[in-house]
């Protein structure tokens, strides 16, 4: 067995031991009390949690650290027997930390207890452990969590909603590693992620437009407007864009462009997300009639095309050249 004295505590008297984290990686409420001082009355309930955070931290030896904790850290140390009797009592079997009791429960910060190495759920199938949050401001957003479950490092994407709730957190941590990890009610997992904003922990991206869904559909909408064109109103009913040369704006059915974009495999749009697209670009919608035939059109001011021919290569000039 590991001997482990007051000296253990980095400390030669309590006012030194108070002045940084006595109990590293463990709850924030028995770091705080070593630091404020153990009530008298809260002596035995604070020394049994003492014990949990030294049997998690230490296996071996933490028998003789909880004894040295009783020397340094409380207020009114207990007698040897009591010491003796709180020690044989975790040997026997492991035991959460009390949190719903006095002193504890005045000093307990549960979302920050929860991301100790040896606080509050860890241990076998404990809670991981939460770093960097990168979100990639896209439509709809997406993350990307850098993790450590189990002493595993990981990084695992999630979406907007996944990140929101705790249980398809457990569900996309288990399918990314294969372990289950505990289900936090909804304000714990809530402070969980307030806490990483005021951390610094959460990185927006900004993308590039044409990396987002919307520009990706713009530029797919540009595409269909200025390859095969109609040469007339009338070429709307094959599914053609038509240009008017009066108004320079380009007419076409919104179901024919939501066909071009799934010939592209653009599937992220539906008609309704589609038209919503094209009322922020000022686009107009009216009633047509061709050849007797009523239909729904929209119009955009018409794209750019392109005015100049690409360069040929001399290679590609030269007949004698196979290639």
């Known amino acids: 067995m590991i001997a482990v004295g007051p000296e253990f505590f980095?400390?030669?008297?309590?006012?030194?031991?108070?002045?940084?984290?006595?109990?590293?990686?463990?709850?924030?409420?028995?770091?705080?009390?070593?630091?404020?001082?153990?009530?008298?009355?809260?002596?035995?309930?604070?020394?049994?949690?003492?014990?949990?955070?030294?049997?998690?931290s230490m296996p071996s030896g933490w028998e003789n650290a909880t004894t040295a904790a009783n020397q340094s850290i409380l207020t009114t140390e207990r007698t040897f027997q009591e010491v003796e009797n709180i020690i044989k009592s975790l040997t026997k079997k492991d035991y959460n930390y009390q949190c719903s009791q006095e002193p504890l429960k005045s000093y307990c910060d549960r979302g920050k207890c929860h991301q100790r190495k040896f606080g509050v759920g860890s241990g076998e199938n404990s809670f991981p452990i939460l770093g960097n949050l990168r979100k990639l401001d896209s439509d709809p957003p997406t993350y990307h969590w850098y993790l450590t479950v189990s002493g595993q490092d990981v990084t695992i994407e999630f979406t907007d909603a996944q990140v929101q709730c705790p249980r398809e957190f457990r569900r996309r941590v288990w399918q990314k590693t294969s372990l289950a990890v505990p289900i936090l009610k909804q304000n714990v997992w809530d402070k969980h992620l307030n806490d990483l904003k005021k951390d610094g922990k959460v990185q927006v991206i900004t993308l590039p437009p044409d990396a987002t869904t919307e520009g990706q559909a713009w530029e797919l909408i540009e595409q269909f407007c200025t390859r095969n064109e109609g040469d007339s109103e009338a070429d709307m009913l094959l599914g053609r864009p038509w240009t008017d040369p009066e108004t320079n704006r380009t007419h076409f059915r919104l179901n024919d462009v939501l066909r071009f974009m799934l010939s592209q495999q653009f599937k992220d749009y539906k008609i309704h997300q589609l038209g919503k697209l094209m009322r922020s670009k000022k686009a107009k919608d009216q009633q047509t009639n061709v050849k007797g035939k009523n239909f729904n059109t929209w119009s955009l001011p018409a794209f750019q095309k392109q005015t100049e021919p690409f360069d040929v290569s001399d290679s590609l000039k030269d007949p004698g050249n196979p290639f």
Request: net charge positive; with cysteine; aromatic share 6%.
């Open 10 to 56: 980095g400390t030669q008297s309590r006012k030194e031991a108070r002045e940084k984290e006595t109990f590293p990686d463990g709850p924030p409420c028995l770091n705080h009390l070593a630091k404020v001082g153990v009530p008298v009355s809260g002596g035995n309930t604070v020394l049994v949690n003492i014990a949990t955070y030294f049997k998690k």
